[in-house]
């Protein structure tokens, strides 16, 4: 889902006055070629704040400057609360800008509830993606 462009719109070396502080992104298929699970977020130059949702329910934050690697989830550590806190409401806005939700998240699993499958996987066994032998 891109509800904007990534490209800069200045002159090599300048940031555009409106340029974003943050960006938006939303993995709706699952488990697909990548078998990720489904889940949006919301980066910005420090942190990284992602929701799982349809068969689990979970949040992670990252603190991008202090663990590169996002080995460390400090979603509910006291410390980051008021990162947190800022990170959620700037999903919130995000979303609302790209005319998403969690609620449209859940009725697109309504309307894809097994998501994708690539036909090399053993599972797969509706539409294009039936494995053939």
């Given at each position: 889902m891109i509800c904007r462009g990534?490209?800069?719109?200045?002159?090599?070396?300048k940031t555009p006055e409106d340029w974003r502080k943050s960006f938006y992104?939303?993995?709706?298929?699952?488990?697909?070629?990548?078998?990720?699970?489904r889940h949006y977020g919301v980066r910005t130059e420090r942190y990284k704040l992602m929701h799982f949702y349809h068969d689990i329910d979970a949040w992670e934050l990252y603190d991008l400057k202090t663990d590169p690697a996002e080995m460390n989830n400090v979603y509910g550590n006291p410390?980051?609360?008021?990162?947190?806190?800022?990170m959620t409401?700037?999903?919130?806005?995000?979303?609302?800008k790209c005319g998403d939700s969690h609620d449209r998240a859940l009725e697109i699993v309504g309307q894809y509830p097994h998501?994708?499958?690539p036909?090399?996987?053993?599972?797969?066994?509706t539409g294009a993606n039936k494995q053939k032998r």
């Open positions: 990534i490209s800069p719109s200045a002159a090599p070396g992104y939303h993995f709706y298929e699952y488990p697909g070629w990548h078998f990720v699970k410390d980051y609360a008021e990162v947190q806190e800022k409401q700037e999903l919130k806005r995000v979303q609302e998501g994708s499958l036909g090399w996987y053993k599972g797969a066994k």
